[in-house]
Nanobody
C-alpha cells in the first residue's frame, strides 16, 4: 500500500524558516524515480494549491508565490522529498501535503504550518 507521511510543520513567526519532510512507503525505487514528487498546500474552504514539484533529474517548478523562498528537493535513494521554506509569511499558513504523480489520488494526513506573530 502506497503511503505518504508529511512532517516538520509547526508554528513560526514571519521571516522564520521550516523544512518539511515527506516519507514514502510502498513505492519501489524505479517507480519513485519515474515521476515527480510534489508539495501542495490547502487552507480551509479553498482548493489545494500546487506549491512545488521536482522530477528525478529535471529542474524544480514553483508557484509564483513561493519562488525565491522555497526549495524543493528529493532523495531518490531514500525515496523521500523535502521542502525548505525560508522567509515564511502569514499567507503561507496551510496544511502541506506531498504526493507522487504516479499516485495522484493518494494523500497523507498533511502537516500544519502556521506563520503568525
Amino acid at each position: 500500500q502506497v503511503r505518504f507521511v508529511e512532517s516538520g510543520g509547526g508554528l513560526v513567526q514571519p521571516g522564520e524558516s521550516l523544512t518539511l519532510s515527506c516519507t514514502t512507503s510502498g513505492i519501489i525505487t524505479s517507480v519513485f524515480n519515474s515521476n515527480a514528487m510534489a508539495w501542495y498546500r490547502q487552507v480551509p474552504d479553498k482548493q489545494r494549491e500546487l506549491v512545488a514539484s521536482i522530477t528525478k533529474n529535471g529542474p524544480p517548478n514553483y508557484a509564483d508565490s513561493v519562488k525565491g523562498r522555497f526549495t524543493v528537493s528529493r532523495d531518490n535513494a531514500k525515496k523521500k522529498a523535502y521542502l525548505r521554506m525560508n522567509n515564511l509569511k502569514p499567507e503561507d499558513t496551510a496544511v502541506y501535503y506531498c504526493i507522487h504523480f504516479n499516485y495522484p489520488t493518494t494523500w497523507g494526513q498533511g502537516t500544519q504550518v502556521t506563520v503568525s506573530s
